[in-house]
């Protein structure tokens, strides 16, 4: 269709400009030298471009309604009374576009010469106060939001007074991007969305004492005692991205405090939008569906409009309580918005600026460490006979995996050890490899199809795999990098919709005592200037190899072997990282197209199961 007269046109009410990029091609080309006072009419431009053939028919839009000229806005003001010489054209795609540049540049219309550039269209941007003006419920019931409760004037304003004075002395304000925060209880972690259970920081400071009493009393908040405070600071104009608070990191309720300010809080739920007015010293209390199901969230703007009321926000507080889910997974109504059960939250905004880094931290990690040569290559080839000895029992949560893979599925096994599950899986064809030159050769020993390779960087082609296992390889690498890196090579070698199944130790140990033996080090990624949170702990963990042992003899000359006479072993220390709860998600939410499918603990280990998306 071709728009040619200004009621038609009316449409396209926004402006016109040049791309930013270079020679870079749209789907909307600027056309010159058309119009009343040219050589070409907007009928003969329209009858050349219905001739080219193109996938989808062409709208041409006069200057006169779409912006004053090339490279301009519309609001800019043609202080000429010459009728347009210029027109502006949108295609279906850019490919369209290009093909109409070429041809139109070629042999022009009518043998009339054209100029032609790409261009870009600029959408009239909506007003500001027709989308603060939408819906907004004074009451929590105008949403219609089960569990969700609003307690207008909770506390006094000489209460609200008394909150802001204590807070503001207690504990100490840490800044953000566009706020300053404070945590009690437990401080919240922002790049995994929850709090480390096992670091209780300074308790709740005694101002707040007044609002945990009066909360007890809420008719339909369960729960018992909020052991996470949260102190938030908003400076007008900050507001609060879409979010719904971790269902792993905390059980039941969350109550949030509004001190000093009001603000709307919108509540959604895939394209299902609803707002709330939140007045000064009003308690909101989000319980069942409301806070499971919901992300909340209050627009970054310093002015809010309700029913024809304007209402200038200042320096807003709020505080938020929450309790710590300190065992057990979350196994609540909604999967679509909990962890727990598989759903991949959208990663934090620390997350997604770590990722701009995380390509040139790949490239650290392909030198290999000396501590990941003497206290983890080295020893197992020292050790691999006797290790082997003791490792034949099939975990239950591989061999879970392993049966689930559909028949003739191609699994990699990375870091196989002495090649265990090589033939777990009868109707899979597994290959594998492993660092250690002595495991591999045991493997091949056994008729396995194994290569050694540096979990870093396999050998194999990217998008091959159905599956992959690694199992207990992942907490032998040294440094953040190194193990990010190992996981982001698993997950490139499967093809789109493949599975990876990752095992590592758990810091969350059943055996408490066995720790005691191990040798905790100074954890490698402590003081860094990485950007990325310092999780889980470094350790040595002693292998005792018998002297009745046929490898005691070679074991006892290796450097990293020492005699202990009293035992009767040769002591070897191997490297770990123990993973702490939540930090093989933090990983995974560095790399790019997948998703969580399966997080559990097993016997003092962490398993991760994930899916590359695309």
Same mark, same amino acid.
């Given at each position: 269709?071709?728009?040619a ?10 402006s ?9 091609s749209?789907r ?20 050349r471009?219905?001739?080219l ?8 839009v006069?200057?006169?309604?779409a912006?004053?000229g090339k490279?301009?806005?519309s609001?800019?003001?043609?202080k000429?009374?010459?009728?347009p010489?210029h ?17 139109l540049a ?9 100029v ?11 007003s500001?106060?027709?989308?603060v ?13 089960e ?17 802001l004075?204590?807070?503001?002395e ?11 925060v404070k ?8 790049s ?11 308790p709740?400071?005694t ?6 009493d009066?909360i007890?009393?809420v ?7 909020f052991?996470?405070l949260?102190v938030?600071e ?10 719904v608070d ?11 405090l ?8 919108e ?12 007045? $000064? &010293?009003? #308690?909101? %209390? /989000?319980?069942?569906? *409301?806070?499971f +199901?919901?992300?909340h969230?209050?627009p ?6 309700v ?6 926000r200042?320096?807003r ?25 598989g759903?991949a ?5 620390m997350l ?19 501590m ?8 197992y ?8 000895a ?8 591989? $061999? &879970?995996? #392993?049966? %689930? /893979?559909?028949?003739? *599925?191609?699994? +990699? ?11 777990a ?15 591999v ?6 008729g396995h199809?194994?290569?050694q ?6 050998p194999?082609?990217?998008d ?7 199992i207990?390889?992942l ?5 953040f990098e ?18 990876a ?15 005691k033996?191990?040798?905790? #080090?100074e954890h ?23 002297f009745h ?5 070679k074991a006892?000359?290796a450097?990293?072997?020492k ?19 939540g930090?093989?998600?933090?990983l995974?939410?560095?790399i ?5 499918v399966r ?16």
């Amino acid at each position: 269709m071709v728009v040619a007269d200004t009621a038609q046109a009316a449409a396209w009410s926004g402006s016109w400009t040049r791309p930013k990029g270079e020679g870079e091609s749209t789907r909307y080309l600027f056309i010159g030298n058309v119009g009343p006072s040219s050589g070409v009419s907007v009928e003969e431009l329209r009858d050349r471009l219905g001739s080219l053939g193109l996938q989808a028919q062409a709208e041409v839009v006069p200057a006169s309604s779409a912006g004053a000229g090339k490279g301009k806005s519309s609001k800019s003001k043609n202080k000429s009374k010459k009728p347009p010489s210029h027109v502006f054209a949108a295609f279906g795609t850019p490919e369209d576009a290009q093909k109409a540049k070429g041809e139109l540049a070629r042999e022009g219309v009518g043998g009339k010469r054209l100029v032609l550039d790409y261009a870009l269209y600029c959408p009239p941007r909506a007003s500001a106060s027709k989308m603060v003006e939408e819906e907004v419920g004074l009451r929590a019931e105008d949403l219609g939001i089960e569990g969700l409760l609003l307690i207008k004037d909770f506390v006094t304003e000489e209460e609200e007074a008394s909150l802001l004075s204590g807070l503001d002395e207690a504990g100490e304000w840490k800044s953000l991007a566009r706020r300053r925060v404070k945590h009690f209880g437990f401080e919240f972690d922002y790049s995994i969305r929850g709090v480390h259970p096992d670091r209780e920081i300074v308790p709740f400071p005694t101002c707040v004492n007044v609002v945990t009493d009066r909360i007890s009393r809420v008719p339909g908040v369960t729960n018992e005692n909020f052991d996470q405070l949260t102190v938030n600071e908003y400076p007008p104009g900050v507001g609060l991205s879409p979010h719904v608070d971790t269902h792993s990191a905390f059980v039941n309720d969350i109550l949030s405090l509004s001190l000093g300010s009001t603000a709307i809080m919108e509540f959604r739920k895939g394209d299902d939008h609803r707002r709330l007015f939140l007045p $000064r &010293r009003a #308690l909101l %209390a /989000m319980t069942g569906e *409301s806070r499971f +199901a919901w992300q909340h969230y209050i627009p970054h703007r310093k002015t809010d409009r309700v029913r024809g009321e304007v209402f200038k926000r200042t320096t807003r507080t709020s505080i938020t309580f929450r309790t710590v889910r300190r065992e057990g997974s979350c196994e609540c109504s909604f999967p679509e918005q909990c962890d727990s059960q598989g759903a991949a939250l959208p990663p934090t905004r620390m997350l997604e600026k770590a990722k701009a880094t995380a390509e040139a931290m790949l490239d650290t990690a392909r030198k290999f460490p000396a501590m990941e040569r003497d206290h983890v290559h080295g020893v197992y080839d020292s050790i691999a006979g006797h290790f082997s000895a003791t490792r034949f029992a099939i975990w239950p949560e591989v $061999r &879970r995996f #392993l049966d %689930a /893979m559909p028949e003739h *599925s191609i699994v +990699a096994d990375i870091g196989c050890g002495n090649g265990k599950y090589l033939g777990a899986a009868k109707h899979c064809c597994v290959v594998g490899g492993d660092l250690s030159f002595e495991l591999v050769q045991l493997c091949r020993s056994r008729g396995h199809d194994v290569v050694q390779l540096d979990c870093v960087r396999p050998p194999y082609r990217k998008d091959l795999f159905d599956g992959v296992i690694s199992i207990a390889v992942l907490h032998h690498m040294s440094t953040f990098e190194r193990r990010l890196a190992a996981m982001t090579s698993i997950v490139k070698l499967l093809r789109p919709g493949g599975l990876a199944l990752i095992t590592v130790w758990a810091l969350e140990q059943e055996e408490a005592k066995k720790v005691k033996k191990w040798k905790e #080090l100074e954890h490698a990624d402590a003081g860094n200037d990485k950007g990325v949170a310092v999780l889980g702990k470094d350790y040595l963990v002693p292998w005792n190899v018998p002297f009745h042992r046929p490898e005691a003899a070679k074991a006892g000359k290796a450097e990293s072997g020492k005699i202990d006479e009293m035992k009767g072993t040769v002591v070897f220390e191997r490297f770990y990282h123990v993973f702490q709860e939540g930090e093989l998600e933090y990983l995974v939410n560095y790399i790019p197209d997948v998703s969580i499918v399966r997080c559990v603990y097993d016997r003092s280990n962490w398993c991760i199961t994930v899916q590359r998306d695309r």
